[in-house]
């Protein structure tokens, strides 16, 4: 199977997209919940990261299957065009991507599930305070 999917390029508010792409994002939020982070003022809340994947989402997707990354089909937005990953599926998504042979991916998938996995890991060692949002449209 060839991938005709390009690879990620930052994204921001205005910036178009085509049909076949998701935009990827980074988001704080605030949390409620003691931290035990050190007095000072919150950390400011919205987008911290965004990017195009260039198709390379849904080429990855069809590539290895719900079988193997349950998590990321599961919140795929084509049928609501948002996605939010939060928290409790957050460690999944990580170990999901954890087991993929990356190597045997062709670039843009191999940097999108990099992608994903460094927020993942980002996102847990910040106990609920990111989150990953997919958007089918901006």
């Known amino acids: 199977m060839r991938s005709t999917a390009g690879g990620l390029r930052p994204c921001g508010p205005d910036d178009e997209v085509t049909e076949d792409e998701y935009v ?6 605030p949390v ?4 035990g982070r050190k007095a000072g003022p919150a950390p400011q809340t919205g987008r911290l ?17 719900e079988r ?3 998590t990321l089909a599961r919140h795929e937005p084509d049928l609501d065009f948002s996605s939010r990953i939060r928290q409790p599926s957050m460690a999944a998504l990580v170990r999901e991507i954890e087991r993929v ?3 045997r991916l ?5 940097e999108v599930l990099g992608l994903l996995l ?4 980002r996102a ?6 990111l989150r990953i949002e997919i958007d089918a449209v901006q």
């Open 49 to 65: 990261e965004a990017y195009a994947d260039g198709g390379a989402l849904r080429a990855v997707l069809r590539r290895l299957g």
């Open 118 to 121: 460094d927020w993942g890991r």
């Open 124 to 129: 847990l060692a910040e106990n609920g305070a």
């Open 106 to 110: 062709p670039a843009g998938e191999r």
């Open 24 to 29: 990827l994002g980074l988001y704080r939020v």
């Open 32 to 35: 409620k919940a003691r931290t």
């Open 68 to 70: 193997s990354l349950p």
């Open 101 to 103: 042979d990356v190597a």
